[in-house]
């Protein structure tokens, strides 16, 4: 009887997972504070989860996870449109154009119109746009080339692509396999089935499904990867696996991590949580990635990353930084962003030789993102893969304060506070788990005292193949 109790409890855990994801993906279609229901249910999933689902086996946490992608694929993306972006790429790629040279609005790729991405402009109409894209190095002139235009669904139209050589890889290969008329529909397949992938890698690589679940059933993950298909479910599965195959094959971990940061630059930031080999083959993938399009494209090969990174506040700290911003001015404030970076650098580069690489990835990332707070919340995705992997759940309140940050856009006192508050909690829980295992390694400290055994405490102990 308490066996059949637990079982269904961990059904109906399920099945709550998959309402919360029904109803955020319904708030976030009809604008019904959007942002805070995804907070509220995020946490009412983790407490679900984590009360009823210690019954969970590897099946039901991935069959769940399947299930809580249902909803988003139901729906046109939400969050941003920036899977009409990725569709386009792969387009221009298939047609043997480049999309780091060519603009979505350039006549010359007229032929590769249709009525999903450019519902305002046929491939009979001329746009006026034409030739190799030039960006401005005046900030007022390249936000102005890079605003929408109402005839495309895609952002930035009048600019190249800033999405990494494995990026463009993946939405080829799924433009390939998608006719015209599904629009961003096999982008969010691909994005959901992703999504459950890691939940499964996730499962079966730990002792405790439950972790598991906190991603594959997180409605976070059901509105950014079967609704918006962000590639940045990519940068996670590739993140994740790099990091559980580090200790064995390093090689191997280093390959993925270099494909990582060819999805998306952030994973660069974890090169020091891995084996020197282990970072010297990332960087490697990761340049080696760029020279088909080098060739292709020349010195256009970045596309408009510069531009976007001027646009984002990245190059001069003046939008970014949320936390900083209560204390410093703009450039005092890129200064201490920067010095804070290389800090973090090397204490994860010292701390890889004492705690598992999981959790030096886990609270790097995490840290990464509360030094720059950037202004999307779906950049926060690899970091609940890895707070699931590393068993630190008090980083998840990063992604979360994300989504609410996002939601006051243009109220930087609040989103500064919000910030600082997943901080807290952060710090919060760091203290709390260090005085819990304190006294344990006392106590078996003290054990091992008046023995005829030598005392071998001091020695470095293996935990899990760090280094």
């Excluded at 084996?275 to 990761?286: D, E, N, P, Q, Y």
């Excluded at 939008?319 to 010095?339: G, H």
């Excluded at 950049?379 to 996002?406: F, N």
Aim: hydrophobic share 50%; with cysteine.
């Amino acid at each position: 009887m308490p066996g059949r109790v637990s079982s269904g409890m961990a059904l109906v855990a399920g099945g709550v997972a998959v309402g919360v994801a029904s109803v955020v993906i319904l708030a976030a279609n009809k604008q019904w504070w959007p942002n805070l229901l995804l907070v509220v249910g995020s946490l009412v999933v983790a407490g679900v989860v984590w009360r009823f689902g210690r019954r969970l086996g590897v099946v039901a946490v991935v069959v769940v996870a399947g299930v809580c992608q249902v909803p988003g694929l139901m729906h046109a993306p939400i969050t941003s449109t920036d899977a009409y972006r990725y569709v386009w790429d792969g387009r221009v790629q298939l047609s043997g154009s480049s999309p780091y040279s060519h603009v979505p609005l350039d006549d010359a790729l007229a032929q590769l119109r249709d009525p999903v991405l450019f519902p305002g402009l046929s491939p009979a109409e001329r746009s006026g746009v034409t030739g190799p894209p030039r960006l401005p190095k005046d900030p007022a002139a390249l936000a102005a080339l890079s605003t929408d235009d109402p005839r495309t669904r895609i952002n930035r139209p009048r600019v190249p692509t800033i999405y990494p050589p494995v990026a463009q890889a993946y939405v080829t290969v799924v433009a390939f396999v998608t006719p015209w008329s599904a629009g961003t529909l096999g982008l969010q397949l691909a994005a959901a089935l992703l999504a459950i992938a890691l939940t499964w890698l996730l499962a079966v690589g730990g002792r405790d499904p439950r972790w598991a679940a906190l991603w594959g059933w997180s409605p976070i993950v059901a509105l950014e990867a079967g609704n918006a298909a962000h590639i940045d479910v990519l940068a996670a599965v590739l993140i994740t696996a790099a990091v559980m195959t580090s200790a064995r094959r390093p090689k191997l971990a280093g390959l993925i991590l270099g494909a990582a940061a060819s999805v998306k630059l952030l994973p660069l930031l974890l090169l020091p949580a891995f084996r020197k080999r282990s970072g010297l083959v990332a960087v490697s993938t990761f340049a080696a990635s760029y020279i088909p399009h080098l060739i292709a494209a020349g010195p256009l090969v970045l596309g408009f990353l510069p531009g976007y990174l001027t646009q984002e506040g990245f190059s001069d700290g003046s939008s970014r930084s949320a936390i900083l911003a209560l204390l410093l001015p703009p450039e005092a404030r890129q200064l201490a962003a920067a010095a804070l970076a290389i800090g973090l650098a090397a204490l994860a580069f010292h701390r890889a030789r004492h705690e598992p690489i999981a959790i030096t990835c886990c609270w790097l990332y995490g840290a990464a993102l509360l030094v720059a707070t950037p202004t999307y919340p779906w950049y926060g995705l690899p970091l609940i893969a890895l707070a699931a992997l590393a068993r630190r759940p008090e980083w998840l309140a990063v992604p979360l304060a994300s989504y609410l940050a996002y939601g006051s856009f243009g109220h930087e006192t609040r989103q500064s506070l919000i910030y600082v508050a997943a901080a807290v909690i952060v710090a919060t829980g760091l203290t709390l788990r260090h005085r819990s295992v304190t006294p344990k390694r006392f106590d078996a400290i003290a054990a091992t005292t008046n023995t005829d055994r030598r005392d071998e405490t001091h020695r470095p102990r293996n935990l899990g193949g760090s280094r």
